[in-house]
């Protein structure tokens, strides 16, 4: 059973950063295509940014420039480097994995942006 673990979330400011982390266990990671979605109140969860089994990376046009995904097969984890933080940033950020047939969630992680 696969199991996705965030951390890393927390209150900031405007222009500040912070690094999310995904800790992956319960099957093979290399084998996973691994995304981060965001769910901010009132909206729809959006995607923000995935990451192929080959590391190749995609990203919302809201976060580009600003936000970098990657990771670390050694690891077992990824990785959500968030720079030049916004307000609109403010959301729970949840880490995917996606192999076959399975889409697996963690909890979720809280982001708040804010002066």
């Known amino acids: 059973q696969v199991q996705l673990v965030e951390s890393g979330g927390g209150l900031v400011q405007p222009g500040e950063s912070l690094r999310l982390s995904c800790v992956f266990s319960?099957?093979?990671?290399?084998?996973?295509?691994m995304g981060w979605y965001r769910q901010a109140p009132g909206k729809q969860r959006e995607l923000v940014a995935t990451i192929t089994t080959n590391s190749r990376t995609d990203y919302t046009n809201s976060v580009k420039g600003r936000f970098t995904i990657s990771r670390d097969n050694a690891k077992n984890t990824v990785y959500l480097q968030m720079n030049s933080l916004k307000p609109e940033d403010t959301a729970v950020y949840y880490c995917?994995?996606?192999w076959g047939t399975g889409d697996y969630w963690g909890q979720g992680t809280q982001v708040t942006v804010s002066s």
């Open positions: 995917h994995a996606h």
């Open positions: 319960g099957s093979i990671f290399r084998f996973h295509t």
